[in-house]
């Protein structure tokens, strides 16, 4: 069984946005690094997401641009593998019904 590679659980996350009507765009900052991979744009609002292979971690960098986005409001999320990406649509799924 091979380990899926970070693009793999990226293309799932795009996929599985698609198919719950979700945008989900890359988000490139070429002032600031460390900037989340997507912008999750949903009825419930608009949440950044990091995307790592299985096991993978922030770097410094990426652990204070998190922090700072959190620190203004904004959700920020880490998915790491499928069953990451199944639990972050199903929490912006129940939270359009709240």
């Known amino acids: 069984m091979t380990v899926p590679r970070e693009r ?11 198919a719950h009507g979700f945008l ?7 002032a600031r690094g460390g900037v989340p991979d997507r912008i999750v744009v949903a009825p419930r609002g608009i949440v950044f997401v990091e995307v790592k292979r299985p096991g993978g971690r922030l770097r410094k960098l990426q ?8 620190g203004h409001g904004a959700e920020v999320h880490v998915v790491d ?3 990451g990406v199944d639990a972050f649509i ?8 709240h």
């Open 8 to 18: 793999d659980i990226e293309d799932y996350l795009l996929a599985q946005c698609r």
């Open 24 to 30: 989900c765009l890359k988000f490139v900052s070429p």
């Open 63 to 70: 652990q204070r641009t998190h922090a700072k986005l959190r």
């Open 81 to 83: 593998d499928k069953p």
């Open 90 to 97: 199903a929490h912006l799924l129940e939270a359009r019904f």
